[in-house]
């Protein structure tokens, strides 16, 4: 039985980037299983690599949308996690979007388990301050943190704030021995259970393990001199310096899953970390709000 699965939601625009990793998906196959979650049959019909993956589908339609509230790709993650915690027996799911590429030298079964395990063992979070005007963001991180409790979201916001932005700076991935206490603590399981824009999937887990297994939060850019212009989670970390990335190594951050972008500009020292996902494909900006991105 393998021991790490992959799931990912999928929508026909993002076909082509697994399209494009075809090869890879046929070598990984044997050390991981894949998930594909679709929205509809008639969407996995159209899917032509449906024979390389293990492809559910979870039909959204009937989630509330409106300007901000809709979270599909939020419903389809924590849908499928409960679905295969529940009929299979892998200790550690990984999400990603699909607009991901994998650095085969580095994403064997043992590499990618090191990675994954020291995570867990090193309990850091790591994030960047924001600017004064990025109100945005700090409004999403508001709604993450309240979405678990006021009693989790007062420690959130003792421990870490809202002027901390942490999403897409580490490998988003689920112990499954967490899944079925986390999904209680979100009341996943209650009829009223309705995931907003805001309600960020991973940094639900992020603030789950803050309070409940002792993770600690890096506050990179306001303790290390190294990190005084960081402004932003570490998806757009892109130091000139590699002295400054190498600081991250002392700080026994992962590297597992780095920007399409920063990984051009640094790729050996990155490959030489052991860096096996590259996300983001589809975006070419340096320094993206949320509110110019559109999901």
Same mark, same amino acid.
């Given at each position: ?26 070598? =990984? ?9 679709? #929205? ?15 492809? *559910? ?19 389809? %993650?924590?849908?499928? =996690? ?23 030298? +580095? ?6 388990? #090191? ?7 090193? $309990? %850091? ?9 990025? %109100? ?39 112990? #499954? ?6 999904? +209680? ?13 805001? @309600?960020?999937? @991973? +940094? *639900?887990?992020?603030?789950? *393990? ?8 890096? $506050? ?17 970390? &892109?130091? @000139?310096?590699?002295?400054? *990335?190498?600081?991250?190594? &002392? ?7 780095? +920007?399409?972008?920063?990984? %051009? ?19 070419? &900006? ?5 509110? $110019?991105? $559109?999901?």
């Amino acid at each position: 039985m393998k021991k790490i699965a992959f799931i990912i939601p999928i929508y026909i625009n993002d076909f082509k980037f697994l399209y494009n990793i075809r090869d890879k998906i046929k070598c =990984l196959n044997c050390f991981y299983d894949f998930y594909l979650i679709f #929205s509809s049959q008639s969407e996995l019909d159209s899917f032509q690599d449906k024979a390389l993956y293990k492809c *559910l589908i979870y039909d959204h339609d009937a989630i509330r949308f409106g300007k901000f509230e809709a979270n599909p790709a939020g419903y389809k %993650k924590f849908w499928a =996690l409960e679905h295969l915690n529940k009929t299979k027996d892998y200790d550690y799911y990984i999400c990603p979007d699909a607009e991901i590429d994998f650095l085969l030298d +580095n994403s064997n079964y043992e590499k990618v388990l #090191s990675k994954v395990e020291n995570f867990y063992r090193h $309990k %850091k979070i790591f994030g960047g301050k924001l600017e004064p005007h990025t %109100k945005w963001e700090r409004s999403i991180n508001q709604g993450t943190r309240s979405f678990l409790g006021d009693e989790v979201s007062e420690h959130i916001k003792d421990k870490v704030g809202d002027d901390y932005w942490y999403w897409w700076s580490d490998l988003p991935v689920f112990r #499954s021995d967490h899944l079925v206490d986390f999904l +209680n603590k979100i009341r996943y399981y209650e009829k009223k259970f309705v995931l907003e824009f805001c @309600h960020f999937d @991973h +940094n *639900l887990y992020l603030g789950y *393990l803050l309070y409940y297994h002792d993770f600690v939060f890096e $506050k990179l850019t306001e303790k290390y001199s190294e990190f005084k212009k960081l402004t932003w989670s570490l998806e757009y970390y &892109n130091p @000139h310096d590699t002295k400054l *990335l190498k600081k991250l190594i &002392n700080l026994n951050y992962g590297f597992s899953y780095v +920007n399409n972008i920063v990984y %051009k500009e640094n790729s050996e020292f990155y490959e030489k970390q052991g860096t096996f996902i590259i996300y983001h494909l589809d975006r070419t &900006n340096t320094k993206t709000s949320l509110s $110019k991105i $559109k999901y």
